[in-house]
């Protein structure tokens, strides 16, 4: 055939001319010629035939859907909220709301007497268990449960077990996913095996909390070891530094690990693997928690995204709304059960291609009769576009999960008074969202006893409160008392525009790290009089370092995967300076080069923080005697070409803090350079000093700066597809880079002629002779997680971003691993242990809530119960939706195609020419 093809197609957006002309190694194949005109792919040794484009027709597994279970008093009775058919409940696959095992106290309970559901496979809300006797483990009741949603949470959490005095192990050996919530295992006396359970593996939501505790310390004996040995087990690293251990639910049965349960070890929800396989075999993409087939949309245990006509699809069909985790008609919609949400019922409305209780941004909720099939009528509530003007209202609340908060997403009024008393808050993030867009609460303002907040900047739009008649303690419309980490208030933008409407005055009472010219500025702005008694210079700040000047910050050098930023030495000759440590460098990524959409404050709180934190040590400066006078050795100057610095002198860079550049200086410079840090992304950036607290003390800080990191290459393509066309002919399709790193300008797609050996392995192109590699398995690209919709918000979004594990601080969650009390520093021990019972008593009311209220049936609450007594709502199609899936003909997948011309937003290629002997490599 002479020298192999190389086919080089030029891009459509060859202008970007900075960026280097690259080839890309896509991934290798080889063509095994067979009879007749088919031709078979050998892909890494194996025999594998090409890939039919159309999915096979197999009969899809059943999905029969049921609404939310409680059983409770007796283990063989239960009650469907929304169904009086209990058969069909426990032959459900897929319950579509709560499930609540609860108060089962009789003595002569056995464990064979309690209802199992063998079929039951998701749980759409939470799972409960609680104050269950005779119950040693959950294996019997949910032998195949493998997805819990998290769409209702109880506080944070989506998996509650709770005060079981006989449960031994879990038992849950298929739980795969917990989309959204945390899990909370505490106070069950006899309970092992939970403690070694990789709980963060299940975790995909961005909330995500977990705290478990075994029976240990009430005495039982746990050795948490089991005889399963499998390959597949999860390990975990042991506290004592030795050997791993292996995650047990049960002394015969292991955790068992997916390569695919996450797309490229990140957060964000994988596939799953096909049950019952030893090899591993990944699934459809577009299920998660596995599948009974691979490479079948209909085969899946539950969808990614949602389920139509028994298969997931990402988007449900014309003239069908998306509902939870499937695709319903309107008609289906206003007739889905009621959802009760803060001890109020709403009733879902189809809006936009959704089904949803809250209408979204620029709809108003309305109410119209509706006839039901028995003649009668009911108000129902639908979403119509405003005329105008329309503010989303909400009923004020006391808020002390970020989960309660959620309710208040999209929100512009609050009617009534808003209370925050947050103890844990790990997740400022999603604070700011839900509370981003209140811009009237017609109530008082109350942010107190709330130790993880660090500023009020989750208020972005409020411009006025006014409480009327609703003063705290009959005199304040503002109250910010007991926040011993509150640092800082509004925004200036905020702080600017705030007015309080009456005689509603502001108390700012005992807020420890809360400098007193932040109380004065926003009493400036709200133009009222300060008063020492409501105001105390006293009472706030006493732990902070109020006097603090400013550094100047600048850009020194810039790379693909770092940056160097320098700034004049702190000046201590005027403070002690054995008391100043050093600087702190913050920095985040950000969108854009905008320092408008910067906040500092934003997004943080002593338990997360959204800014990453490098920190640059003060030099031990040397000192000698003389004659009782001390005296420093002037330090060493640094001087390097700052244009091409060698990496030793990197090195130096990040360890010395005072140098000369290019003879220019001195200053103090801090190497910036870490797996955070990639190419071609915005950055924004500032310095700080970092004081012991003295008499006399000062800090500095900078304003925020933007650094744009330089290119880089981008990560290698990978081929999804090659499909033979005639005899000569190749279709290529290839995914864009994990990483592009830079503006991709074209790529190259090149070819040659591969003989087959007998081992079917594959040489690369780049090897010496005779050295042999595996294929390369470059994962998928992922993508940032999206804004939470007003969908999002009647369920859970999917995708999340990283996030590590916080540890102990007053007011947050717990965590294994030293804690670091914030309280334990200023010596309030008992503080803190009152404020972890209040947290206690906290969550032990919200279960106590949902458990202990009146049966429907014998003490009917509109409020609480619906608008149907139980007569009616059976009579009535506001039932639960119970559906078996058919077969039905695979959805078409269009994919772009384009020939012969390879610009930066193409994935796929034909190659002519290609004989049907012998076999090629794809480059």
């Known amino acids: 055939m002479g020298e192999d093809p190389d086919w080089r197609g030029s891009s459509s957006t060859s202008s970007f001319t900075s960026i280097p002309y690259f080839s890309l190694c896509l991934i290798f194949l080889l063509l095994q010629p067979t009879t007749g005109n088919q031709t078979e792919l050998l892909l890494n040794g194996s025999n594998e035939t090409a890939p039919n484009k159309t999915e096979p027709k197999d009969i899809t597994p059943s999905h029969n859907i049921c609404g939310s279970i409680d059983i409770r008093n007796d283990a063989r009775t239960v009650f469907n909220k929304e169904n009086s058919d209990d058969s069909l409940s426990m032959n459900c696959t897929i319950l579509e709301g709560t499930f609540s095992l609860s108060m089962i106290t009789n003595s002569s309970t056995r464990e064979e007497d309690f209802v199992t559901f063998p079929n039951l496979v998701e749980i759409t809300g939470y799972l409960l268990v609680f104050n269950v006797k005779s119950l040693t483990t959950l294996s019997r009741i949910f032998p195949n449960l493998r997805v819990i949603g998290g769409s209702q949470l109880i506080m944070n959490y989506a998996l509650i077990i709770y005060q079981n005095p006989d449960l031994k192990d879990v038992g849950l050996p298929n739980l795969r996913v917990i989309r959204n919530g945390g899990v909370r295992i505490s106070e069950n006396p006899s309970l092992c095996f939970v403690v070694n359970i990789d709980w963060k593996r299940l975790t995909f939501g961005q909330i995500d ?36 251990i292996i995650s047990c639910w049960n002394a015969t049965t292991c955790q068992e690990s997916c390569p695919f349960d996450r797309k490229n070890d990140t957060k964000e929800l994988g596939s799953g693997c096909l049950i019952g396989s030893e090899d591993n075999e990944e699934c459809h993409p577009q299920c998660i928690g ?58 879902y409305k189809p809006v936009n291609g959704y089904c949803v209780y809250d209408c979204p941004a620029g709809y108003e909720q309305v109410k119209r009769p509706r006839k039901l099939p028995d003649n009668t009528t009911r108000e129902q509530e639908y979403c119509e576009v405003c005329n105008g003007s329309c503010p989303k209202k909400c009923k004020g609340k006391a808020i002390d999960t970020i989960a309660m908060a959620k309710d208040l997403a999209g929100c512009n009024i609050v009617e009534g008074t808003l209370d925050i008393q947050l ?46 008649k609703d003063l705290f303690q009959t005199r304040y419309a503002l109250v910010i008392y007991e926040n011993q980490n509150l640092n800082s208030l509004f925004s200036s933008e905020v702080t600017k525009k705030l007015r309080i409407i009456g005689d509603g005055q502001v108390q700012v009472q005992n807020n420890r790290m809360l400098c007193f010219k932040h109380i004065s500025n926003l009493m400036t702005g709200l133009k009222m009089e300060l008063n020492i008694d409501d105001q105390s210079s006293f009472s706030n700040g006493d732990k902070a370092i109020c006097d603090e000047t400013n550094l100047v910050i600048s850009i020194e050098k810039m790379m693909s995967e770092g940056f160097i930023l320098k700034w004049t030495p702190f000046n201590t000759s005027d403070i002690d300076h054995r008391k100043f440590l050093g600087y702190q460098v913050f920095y985040k990524r950000v969108s854009s ?17 959204t800014w990453s934190m490098h920190f640059e040590p003060e030099k031990e400066k040397e000192k000698k005697e003389d004659n009782g006078t001390a005296s420093i050795q002037e330090e060493k100057k640094i001087v390097y ?25 001195p200053y103090v410079h801090a190497v910036i350079t870490n797996e955070l840090i990639i190419p071609n992304t915005f950055y924004a950036a500032y310095a700080q000093t970092k004081m012991v607290n003295h008499l006399g003390a000062k800090n500095a800080r900078s304003n925020v700066i933007i650094v744009q990191t330089q290119y880089s290459n981008p990560t290698p393509p990978r081929i999804l597809n090659i499909q033979p066309i005639g005899t000569d002919t190749l279709d290529v399709e290839w995914e864009e880079p994990l990483r592009t790193n830079g503006r991709i300008t074209h790529y190259i797609v090149s070819w040659h002629k591969q003989h087959r050996d007998a081992t079917f392995e594959v040489k690369h192109a780049c090897d010496t002779a005779g050295e042999r590699r595996k294929l390369p398995q470059v994962a998928p690209s992922t993508t940032l997680p999206p ?112 020939r012969r011309r390879l610009s930066p937003t193409t994935t796929m290629s034909t190659l002519y020419r290609i004989r049907d002997e012998g076999g090629y490599r794809i480059m």
């Not at 997931?312 to 007739?335: A, Q």
Request: charged residues 25%.
């Open 787 to 898: 804004s939470t919709t007003y969908a999002q918000q009647s369920f859970m979004s999917t995708i999340a971003p990283q996030s590590a594990d916080t540890c102990a601080a007053s007011g947050c969650c717990s965590c294994k691993g030293p804690s670091s009390s914030i309280s334990s520093l200023y010596g309030d021990e008992d503080e803190e242990s009152n404020e972890n019972m209040d947290r206690n008593h906290d969550f032990e009311n919200a279960v106590q809530n949902i458990v202990f209220v009146p049966s429907c049936k014998y003490s009917h609450d509109p409020n609480r119960c619906g608008r149907f007594s139980v007569a009616e709502r059976a009579k009535s199609d506001n039932s639960t939706l119970l559906l078996n899936s058919t077969t039905s003909s695979p959805p078409h997948r269009s994919k772009r195609r384009r």
């Open 209 to 244: 909390d977990v705290l478990v505790s075994d029976g240990e310390s009430s005495g039982a004996k746990c050795s948490d070891e089991c005889d399963d040995s499998a390959s597949r087990c999860v390990h975990r690293p042991s506290e004592m530094g030795g050997p791993p």
């Open 423 to 468: 103890r844990d808050s790990s997740k400022m993030t999603l604070l700011s969202d839900y509370l981003k867009d209140i811009e009237v609460i017609e109530g008082s303002l109350l942010i107190r006893f709330s130790p993880s907040l660090t500023s009020l900047s989750v208020f972005q739009k409020l411009r006025e409160i006014n409480p009327g």
């Open 593 to 609: 080069p905008d320092l408008a959409d910067v906040q500092i404050d934003q997004d943080r709180s002593v338990c997360s923080d």
């Open 290 to 347: 596995g599948c009974y087939k691979k490479g079948h949309s209909g085969q899946c245990v539950a969808c990614a995204g949602y389920l139509s006509e028994g298969r997931c699809v990402t988007h449900c069909p014309p003239g069908m709304l998306k509902y939870l985790s499937r695709c319903v008609t309107r008609e289906e919609c206003i007739s889905s059960p009621d959802v009760r949400v803060d001890d109020e019922w709403r009733m």
């Open 641 to 665: 070409n700052v244009e091409n610095p060698s990496e030793a002198q990197l090195e130096n860079a990040a360890h010395a803090n005072k140098k000369t550049y290019n003879g220019v200086g």
